[in-house]
């Protein structure tokens, strides 16, 4: 066989197999809990592909990017989660609005929204996140002293960095939302005295909070109680109230009745009524016969 007849076999048998290895390089598969962007020719051409079994152009016409997008994922602001080697050092030290210095370390949770605004807006969206949020945490730092913001404002930090990140991402079309901002250390950066009077006051605030809290219960559970006791006595007295007028109103309709009885025949009803009184005082009365004595001397002795 000549040297032509070789190669032409090799090509034959060899391309087929190459182009086979092709096509199914190109099948990928998306999870329930992913989402994936197909590209041709460095163009989109399946945005946020839903999960199954999919076909795109392998290397070099194609490429696929497949990621989580229920998931939840975490932006450490101030620190790293992993060091990792030739990383750029991240301070946790702010300045803040009175020119003193903090540490302050958050945690930035968020979630995928569009993979394929992910993967197209910006070459380094997470890095953004990152940036965004130490932009957004020093801009509200600079803005108030640092009593307020180691004591009362920690809640207003958070809500005011959720928002000003989320505004920034979406300026940009990054499909990240941001779920939460978790504060995870924010003190005074020095040791010894200093700290410690710090964390004395923060205590201090905390047991006022405390003592705040426990009156107010208490304010809550005595109103109530008296409330109560309110509503109690006056349903009782308006009870009371309408029996009275009851037996006011039965009396005097009784007292008409018996006059206009009187009208119709006066003999007859005054002799009922002394006869009626009669039945009702006799009853109470006890009659006591004694037989006299000697010389006509009666001795009585009632003993009770």
Known sequence: MTRDGVARGLRLGVLPLLLAGW?????????????AVAFVLGRAAGRDVLPGIHWNPAWPLGRVVVERTATNFTMPIGYRLLEQPGAPAISDLWLTG????????LDIQYR???????VIAHEAPREL??????RVLSHYLVSENVDAVLTTKRRELQD?????????????????????????ELAPPLQGEVRSA????????????????????????????AQGEAQRRVAEASGERHRRIEIASGEA????????????????????????????ILPRIETWI????AGGRVNVRVVR
């Open 98 to 105: 009175d020119t003193n210095i903090v540490t302050g370390r």
């Open 290 to 293: 004694v037989e006299p004595g």
């Open 112 to 118: 995928v929204s569009s993979l394929a605004d992910l």
């Open 23 to 35: 096509l199914a390089a190109g099948v990928y598969s998306v999870e329930s809990d992913q989402s």
């Open 198 to 225: 710090f964390q004395e006051v923060q205590n201090g605030n905390a047991d006022r909070e405390r003592a705040v809290f426990e009156a107010r219960a208490y304010k809550a559970q005595v109103v109530a109680e």
């Open 129 to 134: 996140l990152r940036r965004a949020g130490e």
């Open 160 to 184: 005011f960095v959720q928002r000003g990140v989320q505004q920034i991402l979406d300026a940009h079309g990054v499909g990240i939302q941001v779920q939460a901002v978790n504060v995870q």
């Open 253 to 280: 309709e009784r007292f008409l009745e018996l006059a206009r009885e009187h009208q119709r025949a006066p003999a007859v009803t005054e002799q009922r009524l002394h006869l009626e009184t009669l039945e009702r």
